[in-house]
């Protein structure tokens, strides 16, 4: 597309030039005809125009990949500051303290129907456009929504059209850009006579969305990265006063440089920015106007840096204890497993037992517990000693659907029920499986001797986090891990290696599920091993000291057999010779009550130590969790004596009026 086609006409030689605007509605119609009101950039690679009078711009480079942007924006023809709106629009804007001069120098318009026009302009094209519905049949509501992305939309700020960035290494002033979370906070800074301010383009997430990548995309916009960030020296963020604008504030600041960002700080009671110029009579705010909002802006405090905390940086978190107090993490709605523990962002568990208790079979039945409580989480699995890695993801599909995966069998999944289950598992878990044959260096920080590492595991977790928002991962074991200590000693490593872990579930908002196998085994008279305890496990008493829970899965396998039980050649052997019998009295059982013992428990609010016990009960050859309600109690004096729990007759059956199938 050349300039000549759109009726421009350069002045030849000129890189910026002058001429009256072509546009019919322009100046053909204006008093001054001759008024030379548009003007040409005729710069290789950046040819550019605008009609300072009616609005009309473009960029060559662009305007023909947003043809159709511009073709279903609906925006008026003359965007000049001298336009009307209807009466309605006009009084819906001054209500919130907003004049018509302001919206005409922000692009905002009127359309044919009534809708208000947000238009997003990159280089001088529009590229996207935002509507509001005021008029929304739902009363008290409004309805916001976009052009669709088969127009060839883009996700960028709201406002860039108008910033003035000097991009001189040796400026005098420094670049100050103020980002708001919504039009009317823009348009409020706009009013008081603020420039550079840009608004996100919908709004904060939710804190309960499940990924953020999508959400932030506008940051990583090409032009935006290019040509303005590398310039700013400071960013003012303007958000709201709640839990979804404290999370843009913290994920605007993660990508912009939380150094080099401000927070306008509002007087109490009030949201937003709007609110403090225009008041709200609903909540009965006295409009505090121009003057305070151009106070707050230039008082905006810095946001604190990691590692210096002042009591006024946490007037949030303040604010929540206040009404919610300490609350408890995730729960599984089996009230005998979340009065013991709960998990939550930010910790980690740490999982022991003897090899072949069922540590990892009673995991998987809890995470699947959780998802389908929880079902907008997402867990990564980092499972080694399941291989094939297939097998982790078989496994939980038939614990959801209490079923073979296998077909053929009488107990085998239709077809419905195996596309549910993988579909289930498809939005909630995801394996990491690197080897030496198939993995991602991510730019060369993982190098072939090191994929066993923690430190390259994490990076995968870390991908996961910033792509699916997981809620936390699963590492079993710890001892299939890379684990030499190098020059260090071995508790130093292993407090090394759980001090890394901590960091790395505190700066990823992540908890982790660790599972490690103890050393120190010792057995009783009847061949069972002793329930082990987290001291046990090789290396540190770290393993105590530095996790927030510590959780022990154990089992006594070897029962002494009752004489009800024995064959007919076992009782004529116990005839003929008592003392030869001896060797046959214990004997393991297939199945038998799998004990959790929660033995650290970091924070109240999350739980409290306590052991329960379980029967894995078949149900189509499947195991499904009973819990024994009263054992917790019943065990408790002995739990806080620090006494075997085997002591405790831990053959003892369930009470006969426990029915609990979960």
Not at 142 to 167: A, D, H, P, R
Not at 280 to 289: D, I, N
Not at 515 to 540: C, E, F, R, W
Request: charged fraction near 25%; hydrophobic fraction near 35%.
């Amino acid at each position: 597309m050349e300039f000549r086609d759109l009726g421009i006409v350069p002045k030849p030689g000129q890189v910026r030039s002058s001429t009256p605007c072509p546009q019919p509605h322009c100046s053909p119609m204006r008093k001054k005809k001759t008024d030379p009101c548009l003007t040409i950039n005729d710069e290789p690679g950046n040819r550019w125009f605008k009609c300072w009078h009616c609005g009309w711009m473009g960029n060559l480079e662009k305007m023909e990949r947003y043809e159709k942007v511009q073709q279903n924006a609906q925006m008026p023809k003359n965007m000049s500051v001298e336009r009307f709106f209807s009466k309605e629009f006009t009084a819906y804007f001054r209500a919130r303290g907003l004049s018509p001069r302001t919206l005409t120098t922000e692009m905002v318009y009127e359309t044919t129907t009534g809708i208000v026009g947000f238009p997003f302009y990159e280089e001088h094209t529009i590229v996207n456009a935002k509507f509001l519905n005021r008029f929304f049949p739902e009363k008290g509501k409004m309805k916001w929504w976009q052009l669709k992305k088969e127009y060839g939309t883009k996700s960028c700020f709201w406002g860039m059209q108008n910033l003035v960035i000097n991009k001189d290494p040796l400026r005098p002033e420094p670049n100050v850009v103020s980002i708001t979370e919504g039009e009317w906070d823009k348009l409020t800074y706009n009013e008081c006579g603020l420039k550079n301010i840009l608004s996100v383009p919908m709004g904060a997430p939710s804190p309960d969305a499940k990924e953020f990548q999508s959400e932030f995309a506008y940051i990583q916009d090409p032009y935006f990265q290019k040509e303005i960030h590398p310039f700013v020296d400071t960013y003012i963020l303007s958000v709201d006063d709640d839990p979804g604008g404290n999370l843009l504030m913290n994920e605007l600041a993660a990508r912009l440089g939380k150094y080099r960002c401000k927070r306008v700080v509002y007087p109490e009671g009030y949201k937003d920015i709007n609110e403090v110029h225009a008041g709200h009579k609903q909540k009965k705010l006295p409009a505090l106007g121009k003057s305070k909002v151009l106070e707050l802006h230039e008082n905006a405090p810095r946001l604190p840096i990691s590692g210096i905390i002042k009591l006024k940086d946490l007037k949030y978190e303040l604010n929540h204890y206040q009404k919610h107090g300490l609350t408890p993490g995730l729960k599984i709605d089996i009230p005998e497993v979340d009065h013991i523990f709960t998990v939550k962002r930010k910790q980690q568990t740490v999982i022991t037992g003897v090899p072949g208790m069922g540590k990892s079979v009673w995991l998987r039945w809890y995470l699947s517990k959780l998802v389908k409580v929880n079902p907008e989480i997402k867990i990564s699995l980092f499972t080694p000693e399941q291989r094939p890695m297939i097998r982790e993801y078989i496994k939980l599909s038939e614990l959801m659907q209490h079923k073979h995966y296998q077909e053929g069998l009488p107990t085998s999944m239709t077809n419905e029920e195996r596309s549910i289950a993988l579909n289930y598992l498809e939005n909630h878990f995801t394996i990491v499986g690197p080897d030496k044959h198939n993995f991602e260096d991510f730019d060369g920080s993982i190098k072939i001797v090191d994929l066993g590492k923690l430190e390259s595991i994490c990076k995968y977790i870390a991908y996961l986090k910033k792509t699916q928002n997981i809620f936390g991962y699963v590492i079993d074991s710890y001892g299939k891990l890379d684990n030499d200590p190098g020059h260090l000693t071995e508790t130093k490593f292993i407090k090394k290696q759980l001090n890394y872990l901590s960091d790395f579930n505190e700066y990823h908002d992540l908890h982790g599920w660790l599972v490690a196998h103890p050393t120190k085994l010792q057995k009783d008279k009847n061949g069972n091993y002793i329930m082990p305890a987290l001291y046990d496990i090789s290396g540190s008493s770290a393993w105590y000291e530095m996790i927030d829970i510590g959780l022990v899965i154990h089992r006594y396998k070897f029962q002494e057999i009752q004489q009800s039980e024995l064959s007919s050649e076992e009782l004529q052997l116990q005839a003929e010779d008592p003392s030869a019998f001896e060797d046959l009295k214990y004997k393991a059982r297939e199945r038998t009550l799998t004990y959790l013992k929660a033995e650290k428990i970091r924070f109240e609010e999350i739980g409290t130590e306590g052991i329960l016990r379980f029967n894995f009960l078949p149900y189509n050859d499947f195991e499904v969790a009973k819990v024994d309600k009263g054992y917790h109690e019943r065990t408790r004096k002995i739990n806080e004596s620090n006494a075997d729990v085997a002591a405790m007759d831990p053959w003892l059956p369930f009470p006969d009026d426990e029915d609990l199938p979960f």
